[in-house]
């Protein structure tokens, strides 16, 4: 069974699906990675050549592919991934979905530091209003989708890590 990681950009999605692999010693697939070596260029030049159109229909293609190839691996999920539910409906076709969260300030403080800028979804809002407003569209989609919530706020990946095994051990969903 596969494990798929969403949640909202700075959640922590990429360094926890990295940690998640290691230890379950599992193959990781990291969607928006898998996306760039697609194209050939990062993220922010797929949508500032194409728009953010054209990037999810190339997302919906990779996740396609990915949940079709996927087999006891570690999915990790761009953002705004939920905003297609038949993505939604393939990746659940072999795993459970993990949904990871955190209190609002912590994601600006987190996204303030991300070096990898993504150009904005919304260009009519300020910085945070727009994260602020399409956290908020996400969130229905989010926890529709999700077979276990945590939360990142305050804690070390590791505990994360801790906590989502745990969870799929208790669920005989991974070996104990």
Known sequence: MNIILLGYRGTGKSVISKLLSKQLKRGLY???????????????????????????EIEAKIVEQVADEAKDAI??????VV??????????????????????????????????????????LSWEDEHRKVLAERE????????????????????????????FKKHSWVEA
């Open 30 to 56: 990291s969607l928006d990675a898998i996306i760039e070596e697609a194209v050939g260029i990062p993220i922010p030049e797929i949508v500032s050549m194409w728009g953010w159109a054209r990037f999810r």
């Open 75 to 80: 999915i990790d999920c761009g953002g705004g």
């Open 83 to 124: 905003l297609n539910d038949r993505n939604i409906k393939k990746l659940k076709e072999t795993g459970k979905a993990v949904l990871l969260t955190a209190e609002f300030e912590t994601l600006l403080s987190r996204l303030s530091r991300d070096r990898n800028k993504r150009p904005p979804l919304r260009e009519d």
């Open 140 to 167: 229905d989609k989010y926890n529709a989708a999700a077979d276990l919530v945590c939360d990142t706020t305050g804690k070390r990946p590791d505990e994360t890590v801790y906590e989502i095994i745990e969870y």
